[in-house]
């Protein structure tokens, strides 16, 4: 099917929660590469927004899928399962946490973090349930995760939301203390905010959250729906800050494409939820884990997260050198193949996007006027500076415009 045939279909058949999409339909890919039904080949920076981490085809990652798929789907979590155990072992031996729960998404897996900071302090008989969020964050889209998102845009029509969600300014410690009450159970931040334009925490920031929460007995929880599974160069963000939080949450990366969720805590946290407090269908289904498993034993091998830094440090450098030519260019923030440019308002990143996809290379525009960079973590240093070049032109045609 020809593109115009399927945004036929889609318009007369899907919700409009996605306005007018980019103008492609992509048919398969290949490493970094994605083809469109024309064959009009495509370098991807967006890597389905953080999800692809190991491109496009990749073989292990087939492998297991394929091999799950003859034997398994799905079972249901009445039964034990091998891949799920396996994969829970995996992220508690190269994890601070100890526990992990399984589920589909990372708005679910959000949700999870909430209840289970609900349920600690609940099963200590205190009345502690609420959570200090950031302004700009992002958790998700049910209930309670667009509650605990710090942007009034997305939770004005769906009033009244779940109570118990304060949010502050980001990297402001003050602010934080400022909330916190006896109601206070958790503080909940992402360690790079990621739709909020790639913006990363500092390290005294977290330091000092992690001692905030020591000091008022409330619980630190990290959502790396976005930057954990190697996508800063560590396994997951808070390694850079070396801060432990008693919670955190993973999604996007973690299974290479097929849908996933994870809650990981430690145990005095995990040991909280009993029999019937939570559960899920299909979360932790056998193929979900088996590519899960797959991902992170490519992620794990030896000099992959060393080679996503070195990349990830060529590309920002590469973007600084374009700051340098471009004042209209504000900053340029992240970590790892975590990366965000900013842009002043008079310069149109929504045109850069289209313009650039033109030219075959998908990046995404996000935040505040902020270009985001989430390749597939194997993405190449040539392919990064093939767009770093037809960046240059973008910007200097936008510019122009202006
Ligand atoms: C994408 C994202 C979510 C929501 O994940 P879904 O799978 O879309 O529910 C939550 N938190 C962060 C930090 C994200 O980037």
Redesign the pocket.
């Known amino acids: 099917m020809d593109y115009k045939e399927i945004k036929e279909l889609d318009e007369k058949y899907y919700f409009n929660t996605f306005g007018s999409r980019l103008p492609v339909a992509f048919e398969w890919g290949e490493g970094s590469t994605l083809y469109d039904s024309q064959g009009q080949k495509y370098m991807d920076f967006v890597a389905g927004?953080?999800v692809n981490t190991l491109g496009y085809n990749h073989p292990a990652l087939k492998e297991a899928i394929a091999k799950q798929v003859e034997k398994l789907l799905h079972c249901s979590n009445l039964f034990y399962i091998e891949s799920q155990a396996q994969l829970a072992k995996t992220l508690v031996e190269n994890s601070c946490g100890d526990k992990v729960f399984l589920c589909n998404?990372?708005?679910?897996a959000?949700e999870g973090a909430i209840k289970l900071a609900r349920k600690y302090f609940y099963a200590k008989n205190l009345y502690k349930y609420e959570i200090i969020t950031t302004l700009n964050s992002?958790?998700?889209?049910t209930m309670a995760?667009l509650a605990a998102t710090g942007q009034e845009k997305y939770q004005k029509p769906f009033e009244p939301l779940p109570t118990g969600f304060v949010h502050v300014p980001f990297n402001d410690i003050e602010a934080v203390e400022k909330a916190v009450s006896y109601k206070t159970c958790a503080v909940m931040v992402?360690p790079i905010q990621?739709?909020g334009g790639v913006i990363p925490a500092t390290a005294q920031y977290m330091k000092a959250l992690r001692k905030l929460c020591d000091d008022k007995g409330i619980l630190l929880i990290f959502?790396e729906?976005?930057?954990g599974i190697g996508r800063t160069g560590k396994l997951f963000g808070y390694e850079h800050y070396d801060v432990e939080p008693d919670i955190f949450?993973l999604?996007?990366g973690l299974g290479g494409g097929v849908p996933i969720?994870a809650v990981v805590a430690k145990d005095f946290v995990a040991s909280a939820m009993e029999p019937g407090d939570h559960g899920s269908t299909f979360g932790g289904n056998p193929l979900a884990c088996s590519a899960a498993l797959a991902v992170l034993s490519s992620v794990l091998k030896e000099g992959f997260l060393e080679n996503v830094k070195a990349v990830g440090e060529y590309f920002k450098n590469q973007l600084l050198e374009l700051k340098e030519k471009f004042p209209f260019i504000r900053e340029v923030r992240g970590k790892g193949l975590m990366l965000g440019l900013e842009l002043e308002d008079t310069i149109s990143g929504k045109e850069i996007v289209l313009d650039m996809l033109n030219k075959g290379f998908i990046i995404n525009c996000t935040g505040n006027n902020t270009l985001r960079f989430v390749p597939p973590l194997i993405i190449e240093k040539e392919d990064i500076d093939a767009l770093v070049e037809n960046l240059k032109n973008s910007l200097v045609k936008e510019s122009s415009n202006a």
């Open positions: 927004i953080a998404s990372g708005a679910e959000n992002f958790h998700g889209r995760t992402e990621g739709e959502d729906v976005q930057t949450t999604a996007k969720g």
